[in-house]
């Protein structure tokens, strides 16, 4: 049997979020995102409304594209829970996903069933160890796909 990944302790993964997000807002986008390349995931900056606020709120993602599709992984740093942006998307799905080279009007949704078997296939491409992490949720993980409007 063998062994699970390990994770970073929670407070890094959260210092590591926040440094990259303090990083693309000093450079004012110069630095931060980059497009998805051959055997490696791309970033990507998502703009949702807040479900409860109706405040825009921003989050950078590890996206890849599927024809015109950018597809996510509500994944929440492997913890448990869904990330507010997910939630923040199934309450209001359309979006705004900036990508290296400019901005698109998107609509959120989550993957069929087919779908996300296809979509997951891909993801592991990126990571081996995908179910691993994918395991020590207590729920499955949703697999986005952000359409364009």
Known sequence: MSRAPRLP???FIRLAWSTHRALYR???GRIGLWPPKKGR????RLTTTGRRSGQPRSVILAY????PNLVLMAMNGWGEGEPAWWLNLQTHPEATAEIRGGSRRV???RAVPAE???LW????????D????????STETAVVILEPQ
């Open 9 to 11: 302790p929670r407070w």
């Open 26 to 28: 000093l450079t004012r």
């Open 41 to 44: 995931w791309g970033a990507l």
């Open 64 to 67: 890849f594209e599927d024809g």
């Open 107 to 109: 609509r959120g949704r």
């Open 116 to 118: 996300r078997s296809l």
């Open 121 to 128: 296939e891909r993801w592991r491409a990126f990571d081996a």
């Open 130 to 137: 995908l179910d691993a992490y994918a395991a020590r949720r």
